[in-house]
Nanobody, 127 residues
Framework: VQLVESGGGSVQPGDSLRLSCSAS????????IAWFRQAPGKVREAVSC????????YYADPVKGRFTIARDNAKSTVYLQMNTLKPEDTAVYYC?????????????????????WGQGTLVTVSS
């Protein structure tokens, strides 16, 4: 199984970026996909998650209204559209895949729910 993130980069506050997570080696539409991030010196935090069907999505409070998650099961790819970026969004962003039942009892924000992780892509927001 391989998850590959792309789309990171250096931008200014207020700019937008779209991250992609391409998966291979798994039955993609059996898995919920989440984005996590880890800023320098901080613990990893959940950002967003989309259910296996794409019908349900979840967001952490700091990104609600600015980030949008979407998936294309035909392409085995999940996207994270990030708008109105802020310096505090600076982090390495990771995608993760897990057999979560959503909506349901699964804790989308818990890293332990995910079986597979990508290597990460760096997003830097600075003026």
């Amino acid at each position: 199984v391989q998850l590959v993130e792309s789309g990171g980069g250096s931008v200014q506050p207020g700019d937008s970026l779209r991250l992609s997570c391409s998966a291979s080696g798994l039955t993609f539409d059996d898995y919920a996909i989440a984005w996590f991030r880890q800023a320098p010196g901080k613990v990893r935090e959940a950002v967003s998650c989309i259910s296996s069907s794409g019908e349900d999505s979840y967001y952490a409070d700091p990104v609600k209204g600015r980030f949008t998650i979407a998936r294309d099961n035909a392409k085995s790819t999940v996207y994270l559209q990030m708008n109105t970026l802020k310096p505090e969004d600076t982090a390495v962003y990771y995608c993760a895949a897990g057999p979560l039942i959503l909506p349901g009892a699964s804790l989308w924000y818990a890293g332990s729910e995910y079986d597979y992780w990508g290597q990460g892509t760096l997003v830097t927001v600075s003026s």
